[in-house]
């Protein structure tokens, strides 16, 4: 198996282009959207982008880590795919800045952070936890987390390619896959709580880590899916790509799909049966005021558009469906961020009931789009797009069933 490098392909310059594109106007409307809305507005657009795109990230060292846990063959010819879609996390800890200096500044989408929280009873029994300080602590350990799972995993994972016969690197993986693949579920699971279920204090979900790892991670799926398609359609990776991938990749998507439904609905109907009036409050505000509307489309886009297009086997194999499908999570995962974190906003922070979203909520998913992007292209023009030179490549050009 020999090295497959993109850098100079077409593809990988559309894409670098698109990037340039995303992050040029992301970061205007961005600028636009503080002088004509306000720091508030300005910083909830900025998380929605960041979240999104971050925590597909770090969830793609997630997918790589599991394939070593699992020694999967078959993977081994997609996953540096994934893997070089993970340059965007060394870069977290400075894209986090912004959001830890809006919190120290007391001021924040986050009402915990204001002054007048000590106030509030509640906010007073959860202070020794929400608090700025204690914020960027965290905020400070998840991404050292996150920077040794990227050193570690995807690191042994691109020294392979350079071993030869020599497999320790992927040795290494084999052995120390499983825990980071439990350091990524606490750390992931911990960030959502401070960086999205935080916004609103008072109403808290014991199921929360899963609900928002499993838009994540279908998510990450839904782009390995599409740029495996593209790949293949023009010409790449063919010696490496057989129908049963595609197939996989497809299961994959409608099985996570249904599993973000069955999360988001267990979170829903506990939420209604208990009838709390501390626990409603969260849908409450979601389900009124035009909110609904958002709702509705999670329910179609999210799980039942996904659940019909890949239920036969024989369209999995289609890559144009692949691609279909993929667009549709990856809109229904934006609208999912924004259900959640607009919203709040709105209700505690602007102080209106009305639906907060227009062209400014495109602005920081742009942004962080084009930065994800333009990683990315730099990771295709530096390393090979297949781990050629992995122990179980040979699975994966001979995957039939």
């Given at each position: 198996m020999s090295n497959v490098n993109l850098g100079s392909t077409p593809?990988?310059?559309?894409?670098?282009?698109?990037?340039?594109?995303?992050?040029?106007?992301?970061?205007?409307?961005?600028?636009a959207t503080f002088a004509l809305n306000g720091q508030q507005r300005f910083f909830a657009d900025y998380l929605l982008g960041f979240w999104y795109f971050a925590g597909?990230?770090?969830?793609?060292?997630?997918?790589?880590?599991?394939?070593?846990?699992?020694?999967?063959?078959?993977?081994?010819?997609?996953?540096?795919?994934?893997?070089?879609?993970?340059?965007?996390?060394?870069?977290?800890?400075?894209?986090?800045?912004p959001i830890i200096l809006n919190i120290l500044s007391h001021n924040s989408i986050y009402e915990w952070s204001h002054h007048d929280a000590s106030s509030d009873v509640i906010l007073q029994k959860k202070a020794a936890y929400l608090n700025p300080m204690a914020f960027a602590i965290r905020m400070g350990v998840y991404v050292l987390f996150w920077f040794g799972m990227y050193r570690f995993v995807i690191g042994n994972s691109l020294k392979q390619d350079a071993t030869g016969t020599d497999i320790t690197p992927t040795r290494k993986n084999w052995k120390r896959a499983a825990p980071w693949v439990l350091v990524y579920a606490l750390s992931i699971t911990f960030a959502s709580f401070d960086l999205l279920m935080s916004l609103e204090p008072h109403w808290f979900s014991t199921i929360w880590g899963v609900y928002t790892f499993a838009g994540h991670f279908v998510g990450a799926i839904a782009i390995v899916t599409i740029m495996t398609v593209v790949l293949y359609n023009n010409g790449h990776l063919r010696q490496y790509i057989t129908g049963e991938h595609f197939h996989d990749l497809g299961k994959?998507?409608?099985?996570?799909?249904?599993?973000?439904?069955?999360?988001?609905?267990?979170?829903?109907f506990i939420i209604w049966y208990a009838n709390l009036?501390?626990?409603?409050?969260?849908f409450a505000n979601r389900t009124s005021h035009g909110w609904e509307y958002f709702g509705i489309a999670l329910v179609v886009m999210h799980f039942v558009v996904p659940f019909m297009v890949l239920l036969r086997q024989d369209v999995k194999r289609k890559g144009n469906v692949l691609i279909a499908a993929a667009i549709i999570i990856l809109i229904s995962h934006y609208i999912d961020l924004t259900w959640i974190i607009m919203p709040a906003v709105g209700h505690h922070i602007l102080k209106t009931d009305s639906v907060v979203f227009g062209w400014q909520e495109l602005t920081g998913w742009m942004f962080f789009g084009g930065i994800f992007l333009l990683f990315a292209v730099r990771d295709y023009k530096k390393r090979s797009a297949v781990a050629f030179n992995d122990p179980l490549i040979h699975e994966a050009t001979e995957y039939t069933t």
């Open positions: 593809i990988i310059g559309k894409i670098n282009t698109i990037g340039m594109v995303l992050a040029v106007v992301g970061a205007i409307g961005l600028g597909i990230s770090v969830t793609m060292m997630f997918f790589s880590a599991l394939q070593y846990l699992a020694r999967a063959g078959w993977s081994s010819a997609i996953r540096r795919i994934a893997e070089n879609f993970t340059g965007m996390v060394p870069f977290l800890a400075i894209a986090l800045i994959l998507m409608f099985a996570f799909s249904v599993f973000w439904a069955y999360i988001a609905f267990s979170q829903y009036p501390e626990e409603t409050i969260y």
